[in-house]
């Protein structure tokens, strides 16, 4: 028996807006699940229908196949981290990580034993007497997550905790939270809208639209196994690259570039969808340059450079297939030129195929 059920979640504002549509989902004890998604896709309503603090519309929510939609936050034993840190800013360190302890009447002599642990386990300690105001936006959230952590609930829940940090604090802050997720094995739902956040610390990763799940699986499962376009746009940095074309004697011309499906497409595939505008995708990491690659088993494209940007370890080059743009990630020592041609292959088993009306994936051979 799953530890989270949520069977039919529905929530209809007073308005008549429809924010969350029939979410079904079991979470396992001790799993680290993301809700990602754009802003507004239901992600946080979700959330925070978890948590007891918005009313489920319709549906049913479970705790240990306990109906729990009635339940308060505090019956429900869960600890949620905000992205406003919401920390007193009249109380130090020490009093905010103690303060909801103080609350539960707990002796003043275990109230410090668990202070001083927890604040050891966030790098807090030399911290304790300072307000929220002296500290660094890192220390804030890491003192928001220590006052969830600090009261052994099975259950946390963290609503985008890392958005308003810088680049390097988000990295530091993602493996922390990851570590104290392994130390603690409590449940763990994570709202974002960054698919990076969502990919390096997820069990399995819950994709929305507009308050629908599109797909939920693990990291890997989302990468290399979307079932639509929004997926496969969303998961990835650089995003898939999508390029749209008519299928005729089962073939794609793409701007004078043929794409042979038959190497790769089942005939039933191929009738069925002769003569429609399917949308054939590519990763940007997934191709190889001209020279570099196997040709026999792979499409060969042309382009021309538009642009590069060297990150270090790889350069992102924007090019223009015969007015369609494109991203390709390659090596920082294969950088081309700008305004010149450029060749690149896309191997067989790393193209995808996508319906145009549904935006479902379309099966190929294997």
Request: glycine share 8%; proline share 4%.
């Amino acid at each position: 028996m799953a530890y989270l059920t949520l069977r039919g979640i529905n929530k209809i504002y007073p308005n008549g807006f429809h924010a969350v549509h029939d979410f079904n989902l079991e979470i396992q004890k001790g799993e680290f699940i993301v809700f990602v998604g754009s802003s507004g896709c239901g992600k946080s309503t979700t959330l925070r229908m978890i948590a007891g603090l918005e009313n489920i519309s319709k549906g049913d929510f479970l705790i240990n196949g306990v109906r729990a939609n009635e339940k308060g936050p505090r019956e429900r034993g869960v600890a949620m981290v905000f992205q406003s840190y919401a920390l007193y800013p009249h109380m130090s360190v020490y009093d905010n990580l103690a303060f909801g302890l103080t609350l539960q009447g707990v002796d003043e002599d275990v109230i410090e034993q668990k202070v001083l642990k927890t604040a050891g386990i966030l790098g807090l300690t030399d911290y304790l007497d300072r307000k929220p105001r002296a500290l660094s936006g890192g220390q804030r959230q890491r003192v928001a997550v220590g006052r969830a952590i600090i009261r052994k609930v099975d259950i946390f829940l963290m609503d985008e905790p890392l958005s308003n940090l810088d680049a390097k604090q988000r990295v530091t802050m993602r493996s922390e939270i990851t570590q104290i997720h392994r130390e603690t094995g409590a449940t763990t739902i994570y709202v974002t809208h960054d698919q990076t956040e969502a990919m390096t610390m997820a069990d399995r990763i819950v994709v929305m639209k507009e308050g629908y799940i599109q797909q939920v699986g693990t990291p890997y499962d989302l990468y290399f196994n979307p079932v639509n376009m929004f997926v496969a746009g969303f998961i990835g940095e650089p995003p898939m690259n999508f390029i749209h074309a008519v299928l005729k004697g089962g073939k794609l011309d793409i701007k004078g570039n043929v794409v042979d499906l038959r190497m790769i497409a089942d005939r039933d595939v191929l009738t069925r969808y002769e003569g429609k505008e399917l949308v054939l995708g590519f990763r940007p990491e997934a191709i190889r340059l001209m020279g570099k690659a196997d040709t026999e088993k792979a499409y060969k494209i042309s382009c021309t450079v538009e642009l590069t940007e060297l990150l270090g370890d790889n350069t992102n080059v924007y090019v223009d297939i015969q007015g369609i743009k494109s991203i390709l990630k390659v090596e920082p020592h294969d950088s081309p030129e700008l305004d010149t041609k450029l060749d690149f292959v896309i191997p067989y088993e790393n193209v995808y195929l996508f319906d145009k009306e549904t935006e479902r994936r379309i099966k190929l051979k294997g």
